[in-house]
């Protein structure tokens, strides 16, 4: 019964913190995130998750930047409701001038493309054609769901959610690409309300948060902490 009522607790303060954040991102109109990293510095992308503009992130934009690193937003993906293989070209046109090292930050499905942006990034590199100052170096992805989540079937007429569901097509595909599972540290909440528990990618590195929440999970200081830990790990890489 305690575990039953700490878990409503739970699903309680996540819908909260996540209507808090979707009205900060609403409401502000902060100049996009492009903060350059120091020299010989990393430079941080954020991908949020589905409905989360750029703004969404903007608070552990801020703890990232004054820890030092560099912080680029892509504003050019609005709310996230493309399917995630269409906003790999937006993010890799956030990338491709950057210089230095580079790791991206996602929330979500934020991390669905991520993955797809580290896949291409290493045909890319194979082929000779990555930009020749920026070197990504990995993805660290915070309550993504790579396996998808049954909540999706629930509301089947929210187009935005159709990929999200376990066993999509589009998922099926992103699994297969396993060589790319090393460049990823995920950071998995104690308990998600909106990602069941399912299976590591194989080959990725995974951290499990003390933290529970699938939003309020981001508002933890112990996912700054492991964020930053995680990048120093995929550069040292």
Same mark, same amino acid.
């Given at each position: ?123 890319? %590199?194979?082929?000779?054609?990555? $930009? &020749?100052? +920026?070197? =990504? !170096? /990995? ?8 396996? *998808? ?40 909440? %104690?308990?998600?309300?909106?990602? $069941? &528990?399912? +299976?590591? =990618? !194989? /080959? ?8 529970? *929440? ?24």
């Amino acid at each position: 019964m305690r575990r039953l009522l700490g878990r409503a607790a739970t699903w309680a303060r996540d819908y909260l913190d996540a209507t808090r954040g979707q009205a900060r991102a609403f409401v502000r109109r902060t100049t996009p995130f492009d903060v350059p990293a120091p020299s010989g510095g990393v430079t941080v992308v954020l991908l949020p998750g589905v409905w989360e503009p750029w703004r969404y992130l903007e608070p552990l934009a801020r703890r990232l930047a004054a820890r030092g690193l560099g912080v680029r937003a892509v504003p050019a993906l609005g709310w996230n409701l493309a399917p995630f293989v269409d906003a790999v070209p937006l993010v890799r046109a956030a990338i491709d001038d950057l210089h230095g090292d580079v790791v991206l930050v996602a929330h979500s499905k934020g991390g669905l493309t991520g993955k797809q942006v580290v896949v291409d990034w290493a045909r890319d %590199a194979i082929a000779g054609t990555t $930009p &020749a100052g +920026a070197r =990504l !170096v /990995g993805l660290v992805a915070i309550a993504t769901p790579f396996e *998808g989540t049954t909540r999706a079937r629930l509301v089947p007429w929210w187009r935005s959610l159709t990929e999200l569901r376990d066993g999509s097509p589009a998922l099926v595909a992103l699994a297969a690409e396993t060589a790319a599972n090393a460049s990823i540290v995920e950071l998995v909440p %104690a308990w998600d309300p909106h990602v $069941p &528990a399912h +299976a590591p =990618l !194989v /080959g990725s590195e995974v951290v499990r948060l003390r933290a529970a *929440g699938h939003f309020s999970s981001l508002e933890s200081r112990e996912t700054l902490d492991e964020v930053l830990a995680a990048i120093d790990r995929l550069r040292a890489r």
